[in-house]
């Protein structure tokens, strides 16, 4: 543990991630306060006044007479809406999304990964080859076949992109099951007596949670980076919600008179994207075993 500590504390990448990760965090939950802007508080006649205006740092607008002059950091999209304020406000979208798809492909590729590692022989192929005929499909289409079937909404949004990301995590725990139960503390539990179940939950499944860790944290970015791509192609929640693939989807056609509706939910998509990457590669190195001290 003393080791890991030392590691994590000489770990640059991880501490810039987490900072990345923690302020998008503070963010969204204070996206309200910060811009003024949320789905209920629009006027869409008000807002039709303020329709593709540049950010207030980059050059001022001379608005009507009798429209009121708000200052917009990131500009306005067609409908009038602030891109920042919908951007902020979307992040918890895809904070929700990302943290609960990973808890379903942990949930369901855990005890998966955990019974075939741990028994083997027909069951385990069998668990294999139905995971590898589900990773034969590219996770995109995957997921668009999931959301198709169940229907578009944000709930399904979400198991789909969990769903597709369950063989990842069932192979590396059974990889390294594979290894934990022939280890002498795992033996000698059998030996005297304990029942496999309590083996799992004692012995092995805990000696196997630096892999999940890490693989979680990595796949919440997976996770979002899907929520976008499906949210772009039309198969993410309602037209109109501040979900970040949708609203790049819903402004590409601004792209030459008003960029900055695509640019900021594109770079918001980046940054907290790298945020979890950095935070999961650190990870690894942190729990790595074979790490140095």
């Known amino acids: 543990m003393s080791r890991a500590l030392r590691r994590a504390a000489r770990h640059k990448g991880m501490w810039v991630g987490g900072v990345i990760v923690l302020v998008w965090v503070v963010l969204a939950l204070l996206a309200v306060p910060l811009t003024g802007w949320s789905p209920g508080t ?17 050059r001022s607008v001379e608005l009507p007479p009798d429209v009121e002059p708000r200052r917009f950091l990131a500009g306005t999209d067609d409908g009038g809406n602030d891109v920042l304020g919908r ?43 139905c995971l590898d005929v589900v990773m034969a499909f590219p ?53 005297l007596g304990a029942g ?11 000696n196997c949670l630096a892999p999940i860790i890490v693989l979680a944290t990595l796949g919440t970015a997976t996770a979002i980076l899907e929520t976008a791509g499906l ?10 919600t501040p979900e970040w693939g ?16 695509v640019i900021t939910p594109g770079a918001a998509i980046v940054l907290l994207v790298l945020g979890f990457n950095l935070v999961g590669d650190g990870l690894r190195d942190v729990l790595d075993p074979r790490g140095r001290a």
Do not use: C, K
Request: charged share 10%.
């Open 231 to 240: 949210g772009f192609v039309g198969l993410g929640p309602e037209p109109g």
């Open 42 to 58: 629009v006027d869409p006649d008000l807002a039709l006044d303020y329709q593709s205006l540049p950010p207030s740092w980059l």
């Open 139 to 191: 996770t995109i289409l995957l997921a668009i076949g999931i959301v198709t079937v169940l229907g578009q909404s944000l709930t399904n949004l979400m198991i789909a992109v969990g769903l597709v990301g369950v063989p990842g995590v069932a192979r590396q725990l059974r990889a390294q099951v594979l290894v934990v139960r022939e280890l002498e503390y795992v033996q000698a539990a059998r030996a």
């Open 196 to 206: 496999h179940l309590r083996v799992l939950g004692l012995h092995v499944l805990p």
């Open 246 to 261: 949708l609203m790049i989807s819903e402004s590409r056609n601004l792209i030459s008179r008003a960029p900055w509706a």
């Open 87 to 129: 951007v902020l406000y979307g992040a918890r979208y895809s904070l929700v999304i990302g943290f609960v798809a990973v808890a379903i492909s942990v949930a369901l590729g855990v005890p998966l990964g955990l019974v075939s590692g741990y028994y083997g022989g027909r069951l385990d192929g069998l668990i294999m080859r």
